[in-house]
């Protein structure tokens, strides 16, 4: 069976392996790298910025 790739609104990259959260898609990677990724690091507010494109993309 033939996977589809689709974008990731976190780090850009097509890519076919992820979750789709209301027709956004993250990638299986950058899914991985936010879990682990403690509010601490200075890459937490980067993954909160492109998170909210779930819900900006919702409201319009």
Do not use: L, N
């Not at 991985?32 to 601490?40: G, I, L, P, R, W």
Request: proline letters at 2%; aromatic letters at 10%; glycine letters at 4%.
């Amino acid at each position: 069976m033939m996977q589809v790739a689709h974008q990731c609104i976190v780090c850009g990259e097509a890519r076919s392996a992820g979750i789709a959260i209301c027709d956004q898609f993250i990638c299986q990677a950058c899914e991985q790298e936010m879990v682990k990724t403690d509010v601490d690091d200075a890459k937490y507010p980067f993954f909160i910025r492109q998170m909210k494109q779930i819900w900006f993309k919702m409201d319009a």
